[in-house]
């Protein structure tokens, strides 16, 4: 079933490819007619595009589930911010800086954390999260601890959603070629089954430190614009689980391990956000977000994209 879906995605991005151009080109052109409120909402849900895409990489395609995904975009927050209080650098440049610490962070503890699996890996990614926010709040030399990091915002909202909207691009179109390639069918291996990947020659231990990095690389940079966007960050914020959290349900949402998926997913929790917000302030969204992830692992743990397979005769309860 999750082959199908994956093949399913995999063909409409094939068969519509002009109807994606032109949606690219009215996305392109929207800042010269669009509010700064649609922009606003735009640009968050390119940042999810990318961050759901990014864990896709990792989970949905070896089956090594990251809760601690977040770690890399506060890695790239702090690095962008840090960089531009103290040398006045813009984060438009530095925040490839990141992305780059992001993925080296990602390779250090890769080699060690990714001989672990199932529930201990992704616990181990829980912890690693806390670890960093601890370390935010204790460098107070650097990161300016439980007060945050001041940055004087950019006047307009345009760059940061094109350069959101370049990254979910990038994101999606990564994940569609390594979705095709042989690094993919390694990957693919290692979540079917990985001693029998091993057996057959897939050295699962460097695809897997390289898809770890792989998807490291964009939430330290988007990490990097979102903290420039905001114009502050603290460690709080910089490393909250929710950004981990809805990526999860993004992708469980549409289907994991496709490429289609995470973004079905974050159309659909994104308009369900502002959606609810709007009716009901406060924290009732979470609240939802936890109900719909225990909902999916019960009872659609294919995702969306498995219905669309499930019409040629899979089981869209079936386990992976």
């Not at 001693?195 to 897997?208: C, F, H, I």
Request: aromatic share 16%; proline share 4%.
């Amino acid at each position: 079933m999750l082959q199908r879906a994956q093949d399913l995605g995999t063909r409409v991005l094939q068969q519509q490819k002009w109807w994606i151009l032109l949606l690219l080109v009215v996305l392109a052109v929207l800042p010269l007619f669009a509010s700064r409120f649609v922009l606003h909402i735009l640009l968050l849900f390119f940042l999810y595009v990318t961050l759901a895409e990014s864990w896709n990489l990792l989970a949905g395609y070896t089956g090594y589930v990251n809760f601690g995904h977040v770690t890399f975009m506060g890695i790239g927050a702090y690095t962008s911010l840090i960089l531009m209080k103290d040398f006045g650098l813009s984060p438009f440049y530095t925040c490839f800086l990141g992305g780059l610490f992001a993925a080296i962070t990602a390779v250090v503890i890769g080699y060690p954390l990714l001989r672990l699996r199932g529930p201990y890996f992704a616990v181990s990614m829980l912890s690693l999260s806390f670890i960093f926010t601890a370390l935010a709040f204790n460098l107070s030399g650097l990161t300016e601890g439980g007060r945050g990091i001041s940055v004087r915002p950019f006047p307009s909202k345009v760059p940061f959603y094109y350069f959101m909207l370049v990254c979910a691009v990038i994101s999606v179109g990564a994940i569609y070629k390594i979705s095709r390639s042989k690094f993919g069918l390694g990957l693919i291996s290692i979540r079917e089954d990985e001693e029998v990947a091993d057996s057959l020659g897939v050295n699962t231990t460097l695809y897997k430190i390289l898809a770890f990095a792989g998807s490291a690389v964009l939430p330290g940079i988007v990490g990097g614009i979102y903290g420039y966007y905001m114009s502050y960050m603290d460690p709080k914020a910089a490393f909250s689980f929710s950004f981990t959290l809805n990526s999860i349900v993004m992708c469980m949402l549409g289907g994991s391990g496709t490429v289609l998926g995470p973004i079905i997913g974050a159309v659909i929790l994104r308009s369900m956000s502002e959606f609810v917000s709007y009716l009901i302030p406060g924290e009732f969204y979470k609240l939802l977000v936890g109900a719909l992830f225990i909902g999916l692992i019960l009872y659609l743990p294919g995702g969306i994209m498995s219905l669309f397979a499930g019409k040629e005769g899979s089981d869209v309860f079936a386990k992976r």
